[in-house]
């Protein structure tokens, strides 16, 4: 399968007064697939995601979207150009409810709803599609850590992304949790949205991601398949030694 | 019992109910005689559509502005300088200072607008006080002497009266007119946008909401509605100086907001409804023996809303059992989920 | 030249009053990230404390400045206690801005009921001496204060670098989980902190009511212009307070000389809007 990348990153480099969070990082995401990026913490993958999101520029670098070079885009032009993304600290809207969470996202993105008919529709059928629509009364403050985190996946699907970034989307999940979450991801997936997702639960990355960029100290050291990555000896010494104690946890 | 006939009997309850109040309002300057009372009802409906018109910028977009006394200041005196100086018609005098108001604000407010929190409530505080310093410097502002409106006799024209009864009115209307039209945008595309940026500035960005642009949105509705109350309270004292923007002003407007409830466009009316009486009446009977015993009160107030109530009046009374029980035994309000499944029903319809 | 050195002396012992003013108040939103939108009327209470014990009971005001330092601290310290810690935990800003806005209202207003709004003074045998420099005239009550001033700022400034306590507080400022978590009492600190900051706003008033007239909005101006001094000195710095301070007092009496004495209020405003525009763009810029 040729297709082109749907998102290529070339060379970024982030340098914050002194350090170097991330140094010449290049990949690209395939269309219609789920990429995993992977490291211990402090590798830059949180840098990364957030060049790559817009949240701020690339000291050196360009990041191009389906070809068009989207580097100086700002953080707000994202969901028209249909990306949509998730924090790892989640950010619910807290004194509103799930429904109105997901309703003030659904007016905006390049399909933004036109009307409250509309907004309040999609939200219904994107909480129905998160398995959310039971709470959807419930304040958003009020609930616990994997509803939050669902919240965060509605709120981006409201925006009919093709791309979808998510930041740890399954820390602090207990297994239950997390598979329930990793089928949610792949039911994403199986619509029609590209996924690049950060984490640190193996048994998700080996589940899900096709293809797997290992980032160290601010560098990318292998990329491939999960096994390929899993069993590439650097990695193995760098990041899985401590990993596959984690992925217990 | 049908759920469509269920939300119907809901909606009519609700509309008697407020039908009424708004009866037991209109029909108060014919029991109430006393140009003091009636001054006390038309102080309420100016204070709480500026307390409104703060509220959209602060309790829903949550950057606190502690100068818009000063907006209102403006929007008077534009509208009085216009009318002194060119004798134009008091009423487009009004809309030329809403709309002065509203371009001062946007054009001074948009590189302000990096600025969050704290820092743009101190902004706010010195941007307001700059205004009055400029007028107090300024003899075209007449200085600190302020501005009169011509007399003359009592004319729809030229809105004034000798008595206080059409001033009740026009400030009645002109507080459900600025209640109505809050409502909608708490309701619409722009007030979610606003209230994501309140909750999460990042997440607003995230899902698509540029900051900047609704914040300046919303500055600029709120100083034009700031700026109408200016017009308004012109009209009505036909009298404005400088002291009509200092600090204390600015700070009065947020009051009622507050203790009502921030959240909620319901809130600075609620408010003002149950604390400018009140400080009316001390201030009235107190303050020749006591002086500031009325603002005393209202600091009170405050600080046992902020400490015990922070939601404000309306939020508690949103989680009380009294709600509860005027929503089931009065209002017969049916479950939430019944009255959206209506609602769906009826955009279905629509769509056929 | 000699108004110009004149209005430079005054500028500098006025703005002293700027810096002490606002160190008390960046010390409070560097450790709690609060705005203590009552730190003028705490000035004020300050002055009527001062008033209080010169009238009533013979003390001399500088004497009584450790007495009112002392009773600011513990009434900083209470309504901490009782009013903000409480209203932290809601992590919103609008409450906690009109806790302290309210608490302004509170005390003008108390002291506008208890004191009525005439003005009062203190003057003292000393107070109408004038010290002869050259060609400038300063009032000795405005030296001494300014005496005071470099004192309290250098044992601020060793009290926050060199102690145990210093350090926690700079801790907490920095980080209060992290702070928490290695032992600090986050609590305790912020009473302190807050306790703190009004005994410096306390003293302040306690300094001026030799050559300032005492009554109930007196501190509101000074209130304002801490917060100038915050924002333009940098949070968290002492010598930025006290530096800003310094310029403050400088500005005002320089635009009262070469421009007009009416304007100089808007100058200092105008001034303040643009230099804080003005940083919080190169900030965002910088990412």
Redesign the interface.
Known sequence: MAEAPIIEVKNITKRFKGLTAVREVSFSVREGGITGMIGPNGAGKSTTFNMICGYYPPTEGRIFYKGQDITDKKAYEYTNMKIARTFQIMKPLKNLSVLDNVVASSYFGHAGAKNVKEARERAMEVLQFTGLYEKRHVLSKDMGTPDQKRLEMARALATRPEMLFLDENMAGLNPAETEDAIRLIRRINESGVTILLIEHIMQAVVSLCEEVIVLHHGEKIAEGTPEQVMNDPYVMEVYLGTKKEDAHA | MDSKRAVHIYHRNLAIAVGLILLVFALIPMAVKSPYLLNIFVLVFYMSTLSMAWNLL??MT?Q?S?GHAAYMGLGAYACCLLVVKTGANPWLAGIFGMVVVGLVAGIVFY??F??R???F???S???G??IR??I??SAFFGRASGVGLPFGSDSWVHFRFTSKVPYYYVGLLMMIGVYLVMKKID???MG??L??IR??E??????????TRYKIMAVVISAMVAGLVGFFYASYIRYIDPELMI?AKS?ES?LPA?VGG??YVEGPIIGGLIMIPLSEYLRANFSAI????N??M???A??VV??FR?AGILGWYMNSRTKAFVDEKILRKPP?GVLEEV??MG?RK?EA | MSMFLQACVNGLLMGGFYSLMGMGQNIIFGVMKIVNFCHGEMLMVGMYLTFILYTYLGIDPYLAVPIVAVTMFCLGSVIQHTLITPSLGTKSFTNLLFLTVGLGLLLSNGALVIFGSEYRSIRTAYSQTYIQLGPVTMALPRLISFGVLIVVTIALFAFLKYTTIGKQIRAVSQNPVGAEVVGIDVKKIYILTYGLGIALAGTAGALLTQFYTIFPTAGASFGFRALIVVVVGGLGSIPGAFMAGIFLGLLETMSALFISPSYSDLIVFMTFIVILVVRQTMIARRK
């Open positions: 602060g309790g949550g606190n502690l590189p302000c990096i600025l929190g704290p820092y409530t101190l902004v505080i010195a941007f006080e700059s310093q400029v107090i410097n309701r619409s595309k979610f946008a209230k994501t909750e999460d990042d997440a607003a960005a995230a899902i698509g909401i540029n900051p600090q700070t947020v507050i921030a959240a006591l002086p500031g015993i603002m005393l209202y600091a009170v405050l600080l902020i400490r922070p939430l609602e769906m955009y629509g």
